[in-house]
């Protein structure tokens, strides 16, 4: 069965740093694209940035420059690194793998999901 299971979440103030971890298990992601979603209230699921098993990266132009996506395929663990946090980045933020190599900004491309947590970024 396949888990992956998101951590790191917390209330901060605005100019802060969090980061996020997703561990996964049940199978190995190392050659699966992985990426980082967020959800605040009343709006829709979007991407913040995806990584190849290359170590390929991008992101989402609202968090390029501050947020940094890393992987550690002996740890099968997912890291997002958040600097320079903002209070519209307050969100449920969520993990998902791929089957395939290619990151999507399309959260329906994604096959797994964490079930996501909270961070709050307070002005």
């Known amino acids: 069965q396949v888990q992956l299971v998101e951590s790191g979440g917390g209330l901060v103030q605005a100019g802060d740093s969090l980061r996020l971890s997703c561990a996964a298990s049940g199978r190995t992601f190392s050659s699966n694209a992985m990426g980082w979603f967020r959800q605040a209230p009343g709006k829709e699921r979007e991407f913040v940035g995806g990584?190849?098993?290359?170590?390929?990266?991008n992101y989402a132009d609202s968090v390029k420059g501050r947020f940094t996506i890393s992987r550690d395929n002996a740890r099968n663990t997912l890291y997002l690194q958040m600097n320079s946090l903002k209070p519209e980045d307050t969100a449920v933020y969520y993990c998902?793998?791929?089957?395939?190599?290619?990151?999507?900004?399309?959260?329906?491309?994604?096959?797994?999901w964490g079930q996501g947590t909270q961070v709050t970024v307070s002005s």
């Open positions: 990584i190849r098993h290359s170590g390929t990266t």
């Open positions: 998902a793998a791929r089957s395939s190599g290619f990151v999507y900004i399309d959260p329906a491309r994604y096959d797994f």
